[in-house]
């Protein structure tokens, strides 16, 4: 079996549409697992309004949206995914880190208020199901053959990882996390033990991390430490910081690949078939 994994936006903080974020790409945290009958996307930030248009295209129907946390970056694309205002399709939306502060469909609803935007979340027409459950949960039940073990990650406001068990793959996305210097994330570490693909948190460079304490992201180069100490066989940078254009990003790859082979950077539209 198959499992196909498609990057539709890979950029951290805030959108890109710029000529100096072509290459790698401009559009915020949305990222889509299929095995051709369990969808699922990661994140909701701008990348999953072009993954909506792909969907209504292919008539999916359904599908299960696993979101790390609600910084805007990660959920100001939901409004613009246009399956959710199609009668008959069904979603699942399900977040790990609102338990005690107003559950994800609170949060999702606030975003679509007035004066801050025109159409409420009651006008979606699709059948929507708002689940909220603690990180560090697992969950089976949300499509067959699917396993989704969570954790929770080191971010302001927190943040959920997820390790998905599909089709005898696991693919993991770890993003919006902080390391400690010299002390890996044993909840990081546990989520990514002996995975196929790890999408990692790479929004600095080693150098930037020390003015960013605090900020709730991680390195490239720590991304490398983990997957090598978990037995992780391909590691995707993730996450991509707005002010390294494609230059950068190109340095970063060349840097990243020399130091670790099982290295790949995501780009806006890559695919990975696993």
């Known amino acids: 079996m198959t499992v196909k994994v498609k990057f539709w936006g890979v950029r951290g903080s805030i959108a890109c549409p710029s000529p100096n974020h072509v290459v790698y790409g401009g559009n915020t945290s949305c990222v889509e697992i299929s095995d051709g009958a369990c969808n699922i996307i990661l994140d ?28 805007w970056d990660h ?3 939901f409004p613009f995914f246009a399956p959710v205002y199609v009668p008959g399709w069904r979603f699942r939306v399900l977040a790990g880190h609102l338990a005690d502060a107003g559950g994800i469909r609170s949060v999702l609803s606030s975003q679509m208020t007035d004066p801050t935007f025109p159409v409420p979340l ?25 396993v989704v073990r969570t954790a929770p990650l080191r971010h302001p406001n927190d943040a959920t990882g997820y390790r998905l068990e599909l089709g005898g793959k696991v693919v ?42 605090g900020w709730g992201h991680s390195t490239w180069q720590e991304g490398v430490r983990l997957c090598r100490q978990a037995g992780a066989r391909k590691l995707a940078l ?20 020399a130091m670790w082979s099982g290295v790949m950077v995501s780009r806006d539209d890559m695919t990975v078939c696993l």
């Open 75 to 77: 959920i100001n694309g």
């Open 238 to 257: 993730f996450h991509h910081n707005p002010d390294h254009v494609d230059g950068e990003m190109a340095a970063i790859e060349r840097a990243a690949q």
């Open 122 to 146: 009651s006008a979606l027409k699709a059948e929507m199901s708002y689940e909220d459950f603690r990180a560090g949960a697992v969950l089976a039940d949300l499509c067959p053959g699917l």
């Open 44 to 71: 909701a930030g701008t990348g999953i309004r072009a993954l909506g248009q792909d969907y209504v295209r292919r008539r999916v129907g359904s599908g299960v949206l696993l979101l790390t946390h609600t910084h």
């Open 172 to 213: 993991c996305y770890i993003t919006d996390t902080e390391h400690v210097p010299g002390a890996p994330d044993e909840n990081v570490l546990g989520l990514i033990e002996g995975a196929d693909l790890v999408i990692y948190d790479s929004t600095y460079t080693d150098d930037e991390f020390p003015d960013k304490i």
